[in-house]
């Protein structure tokens, strides 16, 4: 039996909107295992997006609750979360939030200057995290000289570099072409399966569903379909 | 700390022109204030300096109907020291008089010191060489305004200690220059002997000038001035211009700071999903708002740095050279030399650097607050309102 990382619980998240609310996510109780390759599916709109921020701990439920890792969101500190994020969540976006005045290398080291590691591990570490990637020779240059795809594998390498448990990819792949996407979907196994870490996707491109375990379907902000699949691509 | 520093560096370097936009402005505003405040400096410094080594020296012994505002007290206020009181004191003996230099009336005052004194720095030991039957020293100022020159005979007529009146012709025996004109404009200076024979208030002074072993203490019918008492007109008019150079450099600093706070405001704006990726990567939001505090600050520091380079040939070289103010300063009867030489001390430099780091990190700050209300999953969407 394997260790649960994520559980949600009743977990409802309501917006406030006008005068009214509207429920992004209604009754939503799932868990995730430490090693899963998952992926959170529907359409536009289905509150996958403000699922994986909550379970990030950027966002925090309305109701229910939301266990990641061993700590209830909802009673989280600001600091606290920021402290969890930092040692133990990655996160991936669509955009690749890359922080453009800094090179690729400075990008990738920052988790590491927050956690207060030595210049010595950072840089084993970075260099590490760019060779998982294949951008060991892009080090010094700026995200703005990045290609799409290159971006996007900086993100990954920033994500992984402090060998979370978990990673969050919310739609990874939405910009990027079909050759790029397989390419970091590709890595992103190979990371989940040498070094166990747990991946959780939010996405509606057939390509990265192509790769997970199991696929989850949000439909108006609640769990339609729950399966276990079984991969067209393994690595 | 040390991270904080290094981003806003990076954050600052990496936003090129809108960085050294606001440099530059800060760094205007640093020259500005330093330089205006090291001639403030120096006049101050040198006021005090040229009033103490040509005019007051420690301090001056009035006698008690003397009021140096009232020509009227002066004829009268003289009188002379109870015996052995008049160590370490210089007597000047100050007397009403007219001139008639090419026939115009020109009321003056006529100062009489002992041709042996040191305590200011009038150079009347020249007198001695004179042969002239009453020579007289008088200031460049007196001269031009006189058109007198050495060795030009001009009338005088003035009264003796029995108010009955007496004239003769002086000598311009020699002309001094000094940077004192309150101790040149409309006064001749003679030796106190003569003045004594001339005016028969033999052994009576109308003030004393204290050397630095003088020890004040309270004698009947005379009053001791110290230094900073005769000073107090001077500083005060020095405290007077740094006050109305405050609204200078208020306007300054305003819109230099203003600059900052417009790119805060901008980038706390702009910067949203920077602002989300910092907190999503494990920041918490006052450590984010610190890099955006930092950064305002630094800009200052970026200006002080900018400013030291464009602004220390200038600073040095008007502190060596000197700033010529000609005399203009002189019909405003202030104290003040024709030439300034400003005075920049490391205290003005790193006071005024830390005036504007702790004013740009305030107006960095303020609008950087909004970071600490921010909903991160908002920040990241870019989509705050
Ligand atoms: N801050 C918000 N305020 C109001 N409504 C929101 C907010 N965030 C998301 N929503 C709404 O919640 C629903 C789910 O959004 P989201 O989780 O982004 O969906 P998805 O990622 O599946 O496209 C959408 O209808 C969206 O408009
Ligand atoms: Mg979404």
């Not at chain 1, 921020?53 to 939301?66: C, Q, V, Y």
């Not at chain 1, 976006?93 to 927050?114: D, G, K, R």
């Not at chain 2, 006050?243 to 600059?259: E, K």
């Not at chain 2, 990726?277 to 200052?300: D, H, P, R, W």
């Amino acid at each position: 039996m394997s260790e649960k990382i994520i559980i949600t619980e009743n977990l409802v998240k309501r917006f406030p909107v006008g005068d009214g609310e509207f429920t992004a996510l209604n009754n939503i109780n799932l868990s995730f295992e430490k090693g899963e390759f998952s992926g959170i599916i529907g359409p536009s709109g289905s509150g996958k997006t403000t699922l994986l921020n909550i379970i990030g701990s950027l966002d925090s439920p309305t109701e229910g609750s939301a266990t990641v890792l061993g700590h209830r969101i909802s009673d989280l500190s600001h600091k606290e979360s920021a402290f969890l994020r930092n040692m133990h969540i990655g996160f991936i976006f669509q955009v690749y939030n890359l922080l453009p005045v800094y090179t690729v290398f400075e990008n990738v080291e920052f988790a590491l200057i927050l956690q207060k590691r030595s210049a010595t591990e950072r840089k084993k570490a970075v260099m590490q995290a760019l060779e998982w990637v294949g951008l060991e020779n892009m080090a010094d240059k700026k995200p703005s000289k990045l290609s799409g795809g290159e971006g996007q594998r900086v993100a990954i390498a920033r994500a992984m570099v402090k060998r979370p448990e978990l990673v969050l990819a919310d739609e990874p792949t939405a910009n990027l072409d079909a050759k790029n996407a397989h390419a970091i979907l590709k890595t992103m196994k190979t990371l989940n399966k040498e070094l166990n870490t747990t991946f959780l996707f939010s996405t509606h491109d057939e390509k990265v569903m192509d790769y997970l375990n199991r696929l989850v379907r949000l439909e108006d902000g609640e769990v339609d379909k729950d399966d276990i699949v079984q991969p067209k691509y393994m690595v | 700390m040390k991270m904080a520093l290094q981003m806003a560096f990076k954050n600052l370097i990496g936003a090129g022109l809108r960085t050294w936009l606001n440099v530059s402005v800060l760094s205007f505003c640093f020259i500005v204030i330093v330089f205006y405040n090291g001639f403030l400096n120096g006049w101050q410094k040198q006021g005090r300096l040229d009033a103490m080594n040509w005019e007051f020296a420690q301090g001056q012994l009035y006698h008690a109907d003397y009021d140096p505002y009232d020509v009227f007290t002066i004829q009268d206020a003289h009188g002379s020291l109870p015996e052995g009181e008049s160590q370490h004191l210089t007597p000047v003996l100050i007397q009403q008089a007219t001139l008639y230099p090419n026939g115009r009336m020109n009321p003056i005052l006529i100062k009489g010191i002992p041709l042996d004194q040191k305590v200011i720095n009038l150079p009347i030991d020249l007198l001695a060489k004179s042969t002239a039957d009453i020579p007289v020293f008088i200031g460049k100022r007196m001269a031009e305004s006189a058109k007198l020159s050495e060795g030009d005979q001009v009338l005088l007529r003035w009264r003796d200690q029995y108010g009955t009146y007496d004239a003769a012709n002086i000598t311009i025996a020699g002309i001094f220059d000094t940077e004192v004109a309150t101790i040149d404009q409309g006064q001749i200076w003679l030796t106190l002997d003569k003045l004594w024979k001339m005016t028969g208030l033999t052994d009576e002074a109308t003030l004393y000038i204290a050397d630095s072993q003088y020890q004040p203490q309270p004698i009947s019918g005379w009053n001791f001035q110290s230094l900073n008492s005769l000073l107090k007109d001077f500083e005060s008019a020095v405290q007077a211009e740094r006050i109305g150079s405050m609204v200078i450099y208020l306007v300054l600093l305003g819109i230099g700071l203003l600059a900052i706070f417009d790119t805060q405001v901008l980038s706390v704006f702009r910067r949203q999903r920077e602002i989300g990726t910092y907190i999503a990567l494990g920041m918490t939001k006052n450590q984010v708002l610190k890099i955006f505090t930092v950064e305002g600050g630094m800009y200052s520091i970026f200006a002080g740095i900018v400013g030291m380079v464009i602004g220390a040939p200038l600073f040095y070289y008007t502190a060596t050279q000197g700033i010529n103010i000609g005399s203009s300063a002189e019909g405003m009867g202030v104290r003040m030399a024709n030439i300034i030489y400003p005075a920049f001390g490391p205290g003005l430099v790193t006071g005024t650097l830390l005036v504007l780091v702790f004013s740009a990190k305030l107006v960095s700050f303020l609008p950087a607050r909004k970071i600490s209300k921010m909903n991160p999953v908002n920040a990241l969407k870019g989509k705050l309102s």
